[in-house]
């Protein structure tokens, strides 16, 4: 009989009638639990202790905790982030991002410090009033020009223009008149003809433009003598 499990019979007379489970009011003699079979001295050993129970795999200061427990210790995320990104130096990383040197981005609810560099043209106009001998249009800060000319001017070529900014310059001639206006080599026109102004005294005239490329700026066929 060693190494069985005892099944508890149901006796009627001398036949057995059926088969039953063990209940907590019977008993079994302690001849049926041989060296072969399962001992009180083994149950205790295979019981669970509190302290295996709250070890993982075997790693002790990594145990989970149990439901409605609080979880201690680091949580080490690895390198398989989103690009690589350990969440650890997440703050590090969002304080270090700049657009330019030295202009940090700020997290929400702080101030963002620097200067703001404009990709597309402004709608600023430049009103000049005294234009003479060599001249730079400064694209970045405005978008329109209006030259009163007080002398000969060459328009001398630019490096701030934006490819796609358009506008216009407006050229008043002075109480004198017949100032002319020459190009730099950015400057181009229809058929390469440069321009011909109204040479009266106080004439405005109107010239549209459009930056097509680098050092591309395409002059409009001036619209002469408003008035």
Known sequence: MAARIPVKAIYSGSDVTSLGEFTSSDTIAGSYLTDGSVTAAKLAADTATQAELDVVSGVANAALPKAGGTMTGN????????????????????????????????????????????????????????????????????????????????????????????????????????????????????????????ATASATDLVPYLVVASSRILLGTPQLAFA
């Open 75 to 198: 949580l080490v995320m690895g390198t398989n982030l989103v690009d690589g990104i350990d969440i650890s130096a997440r703050d590090a990383i969002l304080t270090s991002t700049t657009t330019t040197a030295g202009a940090a981005l700020p997290k929400a609810g702080g101030t963002m410090t620097g200067t703001l560099v404009a990709t597309t043209a402004t709608t600023a106009t430049d009103t000049d009033t005294s234009n003479t001998g060599s001249i730079t249009l400064n694209f970045t800060t405005n978008q329109n020009f209006v030259l009163t000319l007080t002398g000969n001017v060459t328009l001398a070529n630019p490096s701030t223009e934006q490819v796609g900014q358009s506008g216009f310059i407006a050229f008043i001639q002075d109480g004198t008149g017949s100032r002319t206006v020459s190009l730099g080599t950015d400057y181009e026109t229809a058929g390469a003809a440069g321009l011909t102004l109204t």
